[in-house]
């Protein structure tokens, strides 16, 4: 469906003599996000220093703060001439054994409370899923300024505080 709305926009566009820029999310995480979701789940886990039974981890993914896409998106709306597809992601691939175990080190708590391999592999999932986003970075001229560990640890913090506030 989203494929079909691109398509159908841009055939659009292109008849009123408009250029479109389509913006493509991957996988985005941040504050407020619901606590079922894989980071809110593994900081809650690890925060309460409860075990969270996740699949086997060697999927890869590309994470990106809600933060960081909003300033992808105003680069890409500010930018000019860009018209097609643009992945808004971090370009960075993780596994997401990778990316417990960093979540682990940030909040401080042992990894083992990630019991990688406790669920089955979602069936038909990809093995990797990670965004080439030479668009974004040379067209649009995004850069992200925080890391993705320092984006992580405000999730934490965040997550740690409202922990607190319930």
Do not use: Y
Not at 32 to 40: N, T
Not at 46 to 74: H, K, Y
Not at 111 to 117: I, Q, V
Not at 128 to 151: C, D, K, N, Y
């Amino acid at each position: 469906a989203k494929l079909e709305l691109a398509q159908k926009s841009a055939e659009l566009g292109a008849r009123a003599g408009v250029s479109l820029a389509w913006a493509r999310f991957f996988l985005i995480f941040g504050f407020g996000e619901d606590a079922r979701r894989l980071i809110p789940a593994m900081i809650r886990g690890l925060l309460d220093q409860q075990e969270v039974a996740l699949s086997s981890g060697r999927q890869i993914r590309d994470f990106m703060d809600t933060r960081d896409v909003a300033d992808a998106l105003a680069a890409l709306v500010s930018a000019e001439g860009v018209a097609g597809p643009v992945n808004m992601a971090s370009g960075r691939a993780l596994s997401l054994r990778d990316l417990g175990q960093m979540l682990a080190r940030i909040a401080e708590r042992r990894e083992e409370l990630l019991k990688f391999g406790a669920l089955p592999d979602r069936e038909g999932e990809p093995a990797s899923m990670v965004a080439e986003i030479s668009r974004l970075t040379h067209e649009a001229g995004f850069t992200p300024q925080h890391t993705l560990e320092a984006r992580l640890a405000q999730c934490v913090d965040w997550h740690r505080q409202d922990m607190r506030r319930a």
